[in-house]
């Protein structure tokens, strides 16, 4: 079965820090995402990224920053949060033109 | 947008009835993905339905899609509690069939 984790399942920083999200998949695919799901909007891309080292901005990039140095590993970097990126954080990962599979998710709160 | 968009965005059922959620789209696609997510969780794929097929069948699932409407369908037939959950579909354009759009998805709740 594929595996994708992500490193927190509840997070809550502070305005102004710098918060890292990790995501690993142990499927070998070559592409990830990073979205955030909010109550009445759904999901949103954020970025998503199909191989190392390349990346690619999706719907809302603003605020955020990815790196994959990595195949079996992509980070959402927030260099400086803020309240409005208060949300729950999937990342998700497939093969090309294929099904994407979800970690669990991360909700931040951002005071 | 591409962005599909589920209907109804909530339903409530009892326990052995069918649930027949609906998506629809706005441009031409290569497949329609339908996903399920418990509260709070990820979300998980329940069925791909390719452009050139109209129905497909998954244990108690059925889809089916109409590119002419540009719309698809997802029957839960006999439904359990254990059901409940947000349902959303996935298309897949915008030239990158990698990246999907999701729509906002229909919260289904299945009462005992």
């Known amino acids: 079965d594929v595996k994708v984790t992500q490193s927190s399942r509840y997070l809550v920083k502070r305005t102004g820090e710098k918060v890292f999200l990790e995501c690993v998949q142990d499927?070998?695919?070559?592409?990830m995402f990073w979205y955030r799901q909010d109550p009445g909007l759904g999901l949103r891309l954020i970025y998503f990224?199909?191989?190392?080292?390349?990346?690619e901005k999706g719907d809302i990039p603003e605020g955020y920053s990815v790196s994959r140095e990595k195949k079996e590993r992509f980070s959402l970097i927030l260099e400086s949060a803020s309240t409005n990126q208060t949300s729950m954080y999937l990342c998700?990962?497939?093969?090309?033109?294929?099904?994407?599979?979800f970690g669990p998710g991360t909700r931040l709160l951002v005071l | 947008s591409q962005q599909g968009e589920e209907d109804p965005q909530a339903l409530s059922i009892q326990e052995g009835e069918n649930a027949t959620m609906n998506c629809s789209y706005k441009?031409?696609?290569?497949?329609l993905q339908w996903y399920r997510q418990n509260s709070g969780r990820g979300l998980v794929h329940l069925i791909l339905?390719?452009?050139?097929?109209r129905e497909k069948h998954s244990g108690r699932l059925r889809v089916t899609l109409d590119t002419s409407k540009k719309s698809s369908s997802l029957l839960i037939t006999a439904s359990r509690a254990a059901d409940t959950a947000s349902y959303f579909c996935?298309?897949?354009?915008?030239?990158?069939?990698?990246?999907?759009?999701f729509g906002k998805g229909t919260k289904l709740t299945v009462n005992p």
């Open positions: 339905i390719r452009s050139n097929e």
């Open positions: 499927m070998d695919h070559e592409n």
């Open positions: 996935a298309t897949d354009a915008r030239g990158r069939s990698e990246k999907l759009v």
């Open positions: 441009t031409s696609i290569n497949n």
């Open positions: 998700a990962s497939s093969t090309t033109h294929g099904t994407q599979y």
């Open positions: 990224s199909y191989d190392v080292k390349m990346k």
